[in-house]
């Protein structure tokens, strides 16, 4: 497995130091901010208004403890997810905790909404490119077109590469959807702050069975999303976060992971601050222009309907800008959620003795062949649920949902179990402590309300 980080793999030190370890963060932000903000939260707008905006930002910031203490575990015991999650109690399975084989059970089931994310680029083609009655241009041809790009793209492995492309994208979209939200207040779709307060008062509006299945699958679609948790440490490990630490004891380990683990808030808490400052303003921005004038995209032309919300804040010229972000971003989402998957499965096979851990090009190859699979499977489901018509908006939102409903759950008793036995010299303070377990229990009521409403 490739590193990126400074050759002597030493921890930071300094600003610089700092700010060259922040990077793992954003590639999971990336992985995120096309299924979740670019299309379920403007659908979960254009249905509720400003009403559920309370579960968007609870979504985004409390994940950050979470996400926190995952990595704070994998990086002062060098352990990968997988590594990490065979300490829960429980049946094996040739060495393998049950935790992890359930998380991939359940992880495979909201794959379709990389099935919707295919659709929406299918559609978002189309639209550039609309197909005539003998054009090759299908909805088909689009979605295979996209897969191959994405294999083609994947083979190099180089996470350097793929961190610069994701931090450029995730950057780009950000500005654009916080300058078009300051844009809109000049416009008729102006939002007011008695809208602000009406949505952060804890409400499942006037349809409380829709809002619960709509709050339960923006739990599991934003911020650092359970899947995103469960790749955090993947990044962490190429970028060479904590590689000195096997090599030292006492107050030398003691100090080299206090260190990294200084880096490690920092890139925490600014992925964290992007990931809420653009889910917010995508958010606020579908309440303000596709619920006021009642539109719910549907079908594959999901992405053109939603540019919406910059065309009637920033004009007509800002069509082609958007519709050439969303495909950059819903894109690096698909390549960031492939990339992971193939190391996710690979760190399974190694724990059950299949793949040979210490092997790194036996494990490079699994990561390849299993993108490779993972690719071809998404394209056969798209063009299975594209024969029955399926709404690529609501293949991301119905992927979503199982993720907050099962995948959500099982990653937080994860994390808890993993926090306990964390290195009592790095491990959380009680307040931080505190504040995890609020939050998981904060997490497990909304879940359970949803599904019980």
């Known amino acids: 497995m490739e590193h990126s980080t ?8 300094g600003l ?19 299924a979740g903000e670019l299309i379920n939260t403007p659908l979960q707008a254009a249905s509720f208004g400003f009403v559920l905006l309370w579960a968007v930002v609870l979504s985004c910031v ?19 997810t997988v590594e990490a999650l065979n300490a829960c109690p429980g049946p094996r399975v040739r060495g393998t905790s049950w935790a992890p084989l359930l998380y991939m059970a359940g992880y495979t089931i909201s794959l379709v909404t990389s099935v919707g994310i295919i659709g929406a680029l299918a559609g978002l083609m189309q639209a550039i490119v609309p197909a005539s009655g003998t054009s090759p241009y299908s909805a088909a041809a689009w979605g295979a077109a996209v897969v191959a790009l994405a294999a083609i793209l994947l083979r190099s492995g180089a996470y350097g590469h793929l961190e610069k ?12 959807v916080v300058l ?34 709509a709050v339960v699958s923006l739990m599991g679609a934003l911020g650092t999303t359970a899947n995103e948790l469960f790749m955090y440490p993947y990044w962490l490990r190429e970028k060479g976060y904590g590689r000195d630490l096997p090599h030292l004891a006492g107050e030398a380990w003691l100090g080299s992971a206090r260190r990294w683990l200084r880096g490690l808030r920092i890139d925490v808490g600014f992925a964290t601050f992007i990931a809420t400052v653009a889910t917010v303003a995508f958010y606020l921005l579908g ?12 079908g594959l032309a999901v992405v053109e309907e939603i540019s919406q919300v910059f065309t009637q804040s920033q004009g007509a010229w800002s069509y082609g800008v ?3 972000g969303a495909f950059c971003t819903l894109f690096s989402t698909l390549v960031v959620a492939t990339a992971a998957t193939g190391r996710m499965w690979a760190d399974v096979l190694c724990s059950m003795k299949l793949v040979d851990r210490a092997d790194e090009g036996a494990v490079r190859q699994t990561h390849k062949a299993v993108q490779l699979v993972y690719l071809a499977g998404m394209l056969a489901a798209f063009l299975a649920f594209q024969r029955y018509g399926a709404p690529p908006g609501r293949l991301v939102v119905a992927g979503q949902f199982f ?45 359970a309300a949803g599904v019980a409403v």
């Open 6 to 13: 400074r050759p002597n793999g030493r921890p930071p030190t």
């Open 16 to 34: 610089s130091g700092l700010l060259a370890v922040i990077g793992p963060g954003i590639v999971v932000v990336g992985s995120v901010i096309g």
């Open 62 to 80: 409390i994940k950050c403890l979470l996400q926190m203490e995952i990595g704070r575990h994998c990086v002062v015991h060098n352990r990968t």
């Open 165 to 176: 492309l994701v931090a450029i994208l995730v950057g780009v979209f950000c500005a654009a």
């Open 180 to 213: 078009a939200l300051a844009f809109i207040q000049g416009t008729s779709f102006r939002i007011q702050g008695g809208e602000l307060l009406s949505g952060m008062r804890f409400s499942l509006g006037d349809e409380p069975r829709r809002a619960a299945f």
């Open 287 to 298: 309440a303000a222009v596709l619920h006021r004038q009642q539109i719910e995209p549907q």
């Open 322 to 324: 958007f519709m050439a």
């Open 403 to 447: 993720a907050g409903v099962f995948n959500t759950p099982l990653m937080m008793f994860g994390i808890c179990c993993m926090a306990l036995q964390t290195d009592a010299r790095v491990r959380m303070r009680p307040w931080t402590a505190a504040a995890l377990l609020a939050s998981v229990a904060v997490i497990a009521l909304c879940i």
